[in-house]
Structures are given as C-alpha cells and as structure tokens.
Nanobody, 126 residues
Framework: QVQLVESGGGLVQPGGSLRLSCAAS????????ITWFRQAPGKEREGVSC????????YYADSVKGRFTISRDNAKKTVYLEMNSLKPEDTAVYYC???????????????????WGQGTQVTVSS
C-alpha cells in the first residue's frame, strides 16, 4: 500500500531551521510529484511547496518563498523540506502527499490522490 511517513519536526526558536523528511513506500516515487502542506488549529489547509516528478521544478507559497527549499532523492525514496528563518506563523502540522507529476494538485489547491502521512509537528516559539 501507498505509505508516506513524515519526520523531522520539533520545537525551534524563531529564526531557526528544521529539515523535514517524507519517506515514501508502496509506489514508485520517480513518477509522482510530492506536495507539502500544513495545517494549524483554526486555520485552513495551506499548500507550502511542491516538486515535480521529472525535471524537479519547484513551487512555493508566497509565505515561505526564499525561506524553504524542497528537494527529492528518488534513490532514497525521500522528499525533503528545508525550512530556514522560521517564524511563529510557520507553526503547524506538516504533511507530505502524493501529487500528479507536474504538481497539478498543488497548483489547483486540491488533493488529487488523498494520500498523505501522519504529519509532523513544527512549533516555532521563543
């Protein structure tokens, strides 16, 4: 079965950094894009980033552009989200999900496969 496992979250001070990992199994990661989204209590789901399956084109929400970097290592079947200059408003549960090869779901703001992991908590606080 398709399975995604997020890890790497934790408590960090404002201005700090974290690297999240999304480990994929049960499907060929090479053929799919991976989207990161986040959700905080009382807030709507927010798409954060996406990386395409083939040419590695990346997309970022305006709120994280210049601070976050998405990357993928297909050999390790893992996608990463490097988060720098973290702000309290970045506090949320972060999820990775399967997307169509060219990040169609991310671009449209919808989940196309409804396949994501358990999430990892990121808390940015002094």
């Amino acid at each position: 079965q398709v399975q995604l496992v997020e890890s790497g979250g934790g408590l960090v001070q404002p201005g700090g950094s974290l690297r999240l990992s999304c480990a994929a199994s049960g499907f060929t990661l090479d053929y799919y894009a991976i989207t990161w989204f986040r959700q905080a209590p009382g807030k709507e789901r927010e798409g954060v980033s996406c990386i395409t399956s083939n040419d590695g084109t990346t997309y970022y929400a305006d709120s994280v552009k210049g601070r976050f970097t998405i990357s993928r290592d297909n050999a390790k079947k893992t996608v990463y989200l490097e988060m720098n200059s973290l702000k309290p408003e970045d506090t949320a549960v972060y999820y990775c999900e399967v997307d169509k090869p060219y990040c169609s779901g991310y671009i449209l703001g919808v989940s196309l496969y409804d396949s994501w992991g358990q999430g990892t908590q990121v808390t940015v606080s002094s």
